[in-house]
């Protein structure tokens, strides 16, 4: 039988070699571990410390409750096989989620651990399926949708995928997998599973809320909240592949001043440097790197430098961060991990001593130079093939703890920052997990294609992103593979991407753009590596420039209340760009709402997201009063309009106008 117990506050359960631990995890929330012939670890990759909170246990023969505010746990041992059952409940004794249920003579189980000879377990975590239940969230995947109920998700990352598994739920939970494995997550008709290909133990949270927004709050606050979002991040970012020299960059900066057009960062991309992995400018093309960045900053300008944590075999740092085992090692053949400008290998930012080697290298040769902005790209990391059971970190096996890495490249970085003193630290990161929002992760979603197809993915994944607690994030304006801007299809495509990342939380231009363009070096004049054509405003002519300028001094005039947006975000995590149902969970249509979304509590923006169309529906919530930003017309809530939206147009109502 069985045996229940209270151990420092917490509902324990032994039974056959099997530990179940659920202890109150912040307010109205609940941790649960469960470990098979050993004790349960106290690993931290995610949740934060808990505040002390006293929770109510009641045991009984057979069977145990565990209370924390709204959120009450439910454990029953099943007559025959012992084994137990939790089921998770509100304040209301409603039923939230349960685990899977044994079937009697099928004898399943919900904790299902599956040794791996002689080492660890894969694990699968099964719970009944609900019918009607709408699921929100699991971070940044390429794909139209919003509601994931039905959805099969890989937890890995890859390059324009970040992994973070949290889904909100309209049943009012919230519930996130803390386990950095790679594995899958199947939200099925019959059965909801969560699969670890390998770890040592089961590991989740869950809470309980009225509303999203309270879900939300109660999530980041588990995990962390970003710092205030610093000034120059809240204006338009000019960026492209890539300015390959110094004066280049300087007479982009020059250009955009002489036009009065506000620019806050730009920014300096990959292969500035000698070899890669080297972790500073090349001095053939960048010969006065800190005259540079002042300059720029008596514009009003910010540079942002590109990082990449590759190390490839012929940097002069290679031999050194081999030697000390800074870097990813493959598990046979050759310890190459990418092969993008040569035999490269991925730095271990699992390991604490790689994190302050490769920030010191930065910090001598940019940040002494003024440099306060950071892109930390291929933060996946984007491995060859993506083999992920080939490698192994500092922490373990890529299977086993592969996820973190991009929250442990932003955490390397962030305490390199916050020990120099800067504060509210922002750089820009190509992943995220759980926990990447409190080291200053602004994420963007990856190579995507400059397409109308993946146009309309990125509004459903910068909205998942901010209800998994990450609420910087942003898109490579125009998509960064292709688009001519010459071409007048593209000219229409980036006009109405401008327009939606004008009401993004950070507005910035990048892409690889056509035609490429061959780049020399100027000694010996060996071919390096190219840059993509021109990407200012002034690139895409006569008719668009305007339109663009518009919408850079529009944001301009939004500061104020953007940067009430970003203090919301930092003291209650609250999502920057949010979905219709963060802000009326009370109206229906709006769990339904994929293609227009709430820019903060006062602004619904509908962007214009198919080719030649010059108006659009938009569905105006009940409970509130709507008036068109573009025609002053007023609307009461409750209804669907057509809003006219010519190519310098995107929708746009105020909720509640004075």
């Given at each position: 039988?069985?045996?229940?117990?209270?151990?420092?506050?917490?509902?324990?359960?032994?039974?056959?070699?099997?530990?179940?631990?659920?202890?109150?995890?912040?307010?109205?929330?609940?941790?649960?571990?469960?470990?098979?012939?050993?004790?349960?670890?106290?690993?931290?990759?995610?949740?934060?410390?808990?505040?002390?909170?006293?929770?109510?246990?009641?045991?009984?023969?057979?069977?145990?409750?565990?209370?924390?505010?709204?959120?009450?746990?439910?454990?029953?041992?099943?007559?025959?096989?012992?084994?137990?059952?939790?089921?998770?409940?509100?304040?209301?004794?409603?039923?939230?989620?349960?685990?899977?249920?044994?079937?009697?003579?099928?004898?399943?189980?919900?904790?299902?651990?599956?040794?791996?000879?002689?080492?660890?377990?894969?694990?699968?975590?099964?719970?009944?399926?609900?019918?009607?239940?709408?699921?929100?969230?699991?971070?940044?995947?390429?794909?139209?949708?919003?509601?994931?109920?039905?959805c099969t998700f890989e937890l890995a990352q890859r390059n324009s995928q970040a992994s973070v598994p949290f889904v909100l739920s309209n049943r009012g939970y919230g519930f996130f997998w803390h386990n950095p494995a790679v594995g899958r997550a199947s939200f099925n008709r019959n059965l909801t599973q969560w699969t670890a290909e390998s770890t040592k133990q089961l590991d989740y949270w869950i809470t309980a809320g009225d509303t999203p927004a309270e879900i939300v709050t109660a999530y980041t606050g588990a995990t962390g909240r970003p710092p205030m979002m610093p000034e120059y991040g809240m204006g338009f970012w000019q960026c492209?592949?890539?300015?390959?020299?110094?004066?280049?960059?300087?007479?982009?900066?020059?250009?955009?001043?002489?036009?009065?057009?506000?620019?806050?960062?730009?920014?300096?991309?990959?292969?500035?440097?000698?070899?890669?992995?080297?972790?500073?400018?090349?001095?053939?093309?960048?010969?006065?790197?800190?005259?540079?960045?002042?300059?720029?900053?008596?514009?009003?300008?910010?540079?942002?430098?590109?990082?990449?944590?590759?190390?490839?075999?012929?940097?002069?740092?290679?031999?050194?961060?081999?030697?000390?085992?800074?870097?990813?090692?493959?598990?046979?053949?050759?310890?190459?991990?990418?092969?993008?400008?040569?035999?490269?290998?991925?730095?271990?930012?699992?390991?604490?001593?790689?994190?302050?080697?490769v920030w010191e290298k930065c910090r001598k040769n940019y940040y002494e130079n003024g440099i306060r902005i950071f892109w930390l790209d291929e933060a996946e990391p984007e491995l060859t093939g993506y083999d992920f059971e080939h490698f192994?970190?500092?922490?373990?096996?890529?299977?086993?703890?592969?996820?973190?890495?991009?929250?442990?490249?932003?955490?390397?970085?962030?305490?390199?920052?916050?020990?120099?003193?800067?504060?509210?630290?922002?750089?820009?990161?190509r992943c995220a997990w759980a926990g990447s929002q409190r080291y200053g992760a602004l994420v963007w979603s990856g190579d995507i294609a400059s397409t109308w197809e993946d146009f309309r993915k990125q509004i459903c994944a910068g909205l998942q992103m901010g209800i998994c607690g990450i609420p910087w994030w942003t898109t490579d304006i125009g998509g960064f593979f292709g688009g001519d801007p010459d071409d007048p299809d593209f000219r229409e495509l980036l006009v109405r991407w401008f327009q939606w990342g004008t009401y993004c939380p950070v507005m910035r231009l990048h892409g690889d753009r056509l035609p490429e363009t061959p780049v020399y070096h100027p000694k010996d004049g060996r071919k390096m590596f190219r840059s993509g054509g021109n990407n200012e405003i002034w690139s895409y002519g006569e008719t668009v420039t305007p339109i663009l300028e518009k919408y850079i001094r529009l944001r301009e005039e939004m500061r104020p209340y953007i940067r009430e947006l970003m203090r919301q975000a930092h003291e209650t995590g609250a999502p920057v760009i949010r979905t219709m149902f963060y802000e009326f969970p009370q109206d229906s249509v709006c769990w339904e709402c994929k293609d227009q979304y709430m820019f903060g509590p006062d602004l619904l923006v509908a962007p214009v997201l198919e080719k030649g169309v010059t108006s659009r529906e938009v569905y105006l919530p009940k409970g509130a009063a709507w008036v068109s930003q573009n025609t002053g017309k007023r609307y009461e809530g409750g209804q669907t309009v057509t809003e006219a939206a010519p190519l310098e147009v995107i929708p746009v109502f105020l909720r509640d106008p004075e």
């Open positions: 039988m069985g045996v229940f117990s209270k151990e420092n506050g917490k509902l324990v359960w032994h039974f056959n070699g099997e530990t179940l631990v659920l202890e109150a995890w912040g307010a109205n929330s609940l941790r649960v571990r469960a470990v098979r012939m050993g004790d349960v670890l106290d690993t931290s990759f995610a949740l934060l410390p808990p505040e002390k909170t006293d929770a109510e246990i009641i045991l009984e023969d057979g069977k145990a409750v565990i209370r924390n505010g709204r959120l009450e746990a439910r454990i029953e041992q099943y007559p025959w096989s012992r084994e137990c059952h939790i089921g998770f409940y509100n304040q209301h004794g409603e039923l939230l989620l349960e685990e899977a249920k044994e079937g009697g003579a099928l004898a399943r189980k919900a904790r299902k651990f599956r040794p791996m000879i002689g080492g660890d377990y894969q694990l699968t975590a099964s719970f009944e399926a609900q019918e009607g239940e709408k699921l929100y969230g699991m971070g940044q995947y390429q794909q139209e949708l919003l509601d994931v109920a039905g492209k592949l890539r300015y390959w020299c110094q004066e280049q960059i300087l007479e982009v900066a020059r250009e955009y001043k002489r036009r009065n057009i506000p620019v806050n960062v730009i920014v300096c991309d990959f292969f500035h440097w000698p070899h890669l992995g080297d972790y500073r400018f090349d001095p053939d093309f960048f010969p006065d790197p800190k005259g540079m960045v002042e300059e720029l900053k008596s514009m009003g300008m910010e540079l942002m430098v590109s990082i990449w944590p590759q190390i490839g075999h012929d940097s002069e740092n290679y031999v050194e961060m081999r030697d000390h085992g800074y870097l990813i090692r493959t598990e046979g053949g050759l310890d190459v991990t990418m092969q993008v400008g040569g035999d490269s290998t991925y730095y271990d930012a699992t390991n604490p001593g790689a994190r302050r080697y192994r970190y500092h922490l373990g096996s890529n299977l086993q703890i592969g996820n973190i890495y991009p929250q442990m490249y932003a955490r390397g970085f962030y305490e390199g920052m916050t020990a120099e003193g800067q504060e509210n630290v922002l750089n820009l990161v």
